[in-house]
């Protein structure tokens, strides 16, 4: 299959193109607060070079325990969005948990996101291919990414082909994930865009006394690996404080070191890419 380009407003996403941004606090704390950080997110991308989509959740429906913050709710999250996307200027990306929220979240974000731990749910699957919005589908930590196969038939089968495929580390035992690199050249071979998730690949689930625990010094590491993959997206969850998050706290990456490291990213990813072109190697076969 040949390598597929989105676009996202005038942003075009490729395995072969310079790696788009994805990022934002994990989950919508307060008006105020998500477009500060967007804007902020938004100078900081654009002085590195790096196009931007922002990302954050009006609702965190799979938290593991009741008494976590789960958001504002969909009401006051798509308003937000709604202003990040008109008065910052950028594009958004927001996930849905259930399938009666794909229509209203449609008209707000860009890019309607399929958690890790639904992505195999097929009424969800479906009603999102069908908004006609661009989908990231996330793989989930319990299946092998030849296994994302037909969760993309399930989603080109209503004629969307308007995917992002985003790798988040894979189940190793009980509270651990591990990111198998074999996973990138495997989804790769589908032809979509593929996206690494650096920051929830280094939870610990379940490992902070009812919550994710996580090792946020292997943030970095782990991105970097992933970008040498010739990939098209990374995808962070930056807090302006990560220890007073009110999710992901272990895991999200400080806004202040977000420049320097996108900086230090974007020359390994025109190193890496433009190796891939004198190559010819662009797009890598799984089983040759």
Known sequence: MGAKKVAVGGIEIANDRPFVFIGGPCVIEGEDATLANARALKGICEGAGVPFIFKSSFDKANRLSAASFRGHGIELGLTVLRRVRDEVG???????????????????????????FLCRQTDLVLEVARSGRVVNVKKGQFISPWDMGSIIDKITSVGNENIIITERGTSFGYQNLVVDFRSFHVLKEFGFPVCFDGTHSTQLPG??????????????PLTRSAIAQGIAALFWEVHENPPAALSDAATQMPLAEVGEK??????????????????GAAHVKTHE
């Open 207 to 220: 490992a902070a006394a009812g919550a994710s625990g996580g090792q946020r010094e292997f943030v970095y």
């Open 90 to 116: 950028v594009p958004v990306l927001t996930d849905v948990h259930e399938t009666s929220q794909v229509e209203r979240v449609a008209e707000v974000a860009d890019v309607i996101q399929i958690p890790a």
């Open 262 to 279: 996108l900086s230090a990213l974007k020359e390994l990813d025109a190193f890496i890419k433009r190796g891939l072109e004198h190559s």
